[in-house]
């Protein structure tokens, strides 16, 4: 999730992905799985709003870990966010957000406002 208005009016990410419930996660981690040919898929309300697959990945996931643990001790349990594919657009409180990745499973969630 990114509050895009104020990532423009800041001009950087920090304040705007970083809100509670802004990185809706689990309920469990899926581990051991080959990641390199995946179907992502972000509905709202039902509506596709991301087709994507892993391969289309800017970087892997082991370049990922291996650039950010030389900035950053990694730990078992951790997780790197690695940003979704474009399309998603605005949201609204009450939507519903359900995103799914093959062979790892779907998270839904419904976005809430203050």
């Not at 990410?13 to 898929?41: H, M, Q």
């Not at 039902?46 to 730990?75: A, D, G, H, W």
Request: charged letters at 20%; aromatic letters at 6%; one cysteine or more.
């Amino acid at each position: 999730m990114t509050a895009r208005d104020l990532q423009e009016h800041d001009g950087q990410w920090t304040r705007a992905k970083s809100f509670d419930t802004f990185c809706p996660v689990g309920p469990v981690i899926s581990t051991n799985i080959d990641y390199k040919n995946l179907e992502i898929t972000t509905k709202v309300n039902n509506k596709i709003r991301q087709n994507s697959n892993t391969n289309n990945m800017i970087f892997s996931p082991p370049e990922l870990v291996k650039y950010i643990s030389n900035i950053m001790t990694l730990k078992q349990g951790d997780l790197i966010a690695t940003g979704t594919p474009p399309g998603v657009g605005q949201l609204n409180c009450g939507d519903t957000v359900t995103i799914t990745i093959e062979e790892i499973g779907t998270l839904k969630n419904t976005v809430r406002g203050e």
